[in-house]
């Protein structure tokens, strides 16, 4: 096993991004290299330790004009070591102890990862992949046993009433019978899962009654023609109306989050210890109407961490 872990870094003046090779004396990491990462390298790779502040090792040379050795503390500017700053220069190894250096503990969006061209990459001992409705495994479900339908008036009905392909998950209701269905997909109990979509609840019609749902773990949402709800363990943590931004997510083997347009609306720990369902479903009640339902969400981003076997 490799005794050095990879610390991504950042230059705020130029938007280089740099990887450090850190590695532990005692109880502190300490940076033993210092190299270029490309843009796309940059925006997909993710920092594997943190610590409060980090210190070049002594294989290094100190900063040439203060002799410090904190990454990013330095007060020498680039003026005072004559470099001029910009993006794709050769870079001088002053550029370490810079304060317009900073380490970057971001991790990966799906966009990010779906414009990478290996469609994963590793983070802190997971493979970070693409999930979409037809590169996995989601399995459908029907929680209705009966569904009465009267041909002679309403021949018109869909046959296929969840349509789930790519990126896009869409759902077509019944003009006589009740409706709770949709699709599952199964992640390990050690995996990690997010979920980012931008939601227009025009396109939502439960008729009549009714939500498309999302949930997995203590992860709930409801969502209707006018808004929706966002729920953990239950308990509500966010109303929303008829446009926003959600991102859902499950990390470190319980660790819950729900955000809504960027702000984080709530946070849980609940360890698990089962494997763990990712539904899309769609319901609503019974009715004797020509009107259908229907739901559909485009450009869901997922991204599932698999956890490496030993």
Request: hydrophobic share 30%; with cysteine.
């Amino acid at each position: 096993m490799l005794d050095t872990k990879f610390v991504k870094a950042y230059c705020k003046k130029t938007g280089q991004y740099f990887g450090l090779e850190v590695k532990k004396y005692g109880l502190e990491w300490k940076v033993v290299n210092m190299d270029f990462l490309s843009e796309e390298k940059g925006r997909v790779l993710a920092s594997e330790v943190k610590q409060k502040k980090f210190y070049t090792n002594k294989n290094l040379l100190a900063c040439s004009k203060c002799n410090s050795r904190e990454v990013g503390g330095c007060s020498c500017g680039p003026k005072k070591q004559g470099i001029t700053c910009k993006k794709g220069m050769k870079y001088n190894f002053d550029c370490v102890y810079c304060k317009e250096l900073e380490i970057d503990y971001s991790l990966p969006t799906a966009a990010d990862i779906s414009g990478y061209q290996n469609k994963s990459v590793t983070i802190q001992g997971k493979e970070v992949k693409i999930v979409t409705f037809s590169n996995v495994t989601w399995t459908k479900f029907d929680n209705i046993q009966d569904h009465p339908h009267n041909f002679f008036e309403f021949p018109f009905e869909p046959k296929v009433h969840v349509i789930a392909k790519k990126e896009d998950i869409e759902f077509h209701g019944y003009n006589i019978s009740q409706m709770d269905e949709g699709v599952y997909y199964v992640i390990g109990e050690n995996d990690d899962f997010e979920i980012e979509c931008n939601v227009n609840t025009s396109t939502i019609k439960p008729h009549p009654g009714g939500c498309f749902y999302i949930s997995f773990g203590i992860i709930s949402a409801d969502i209707y023609l006018e808004g929706g709800k966002f729920y953990l363990n239950k308990k509500e943590v966010a109303s929303v109306g008829s446009q926003f931004s959600m991102k859902l997510s499950l990390t470190e083997k319980g660790k819950y989050q729900i955000f809504i347009d960027g702000k984080l609306v709530g946070s849980s720990y609940q360890k698990v210890d089962n494997p763990t369902k990712i539904t899309f479903g769609f319901k609503h009640d019974a009715h004797y109407c020509k009107e259908l339902s229907h739901a559909y969400l485009k450009n869901i981003k997922m991204t599932q961490g698999v956890a490496k076997t030993q």
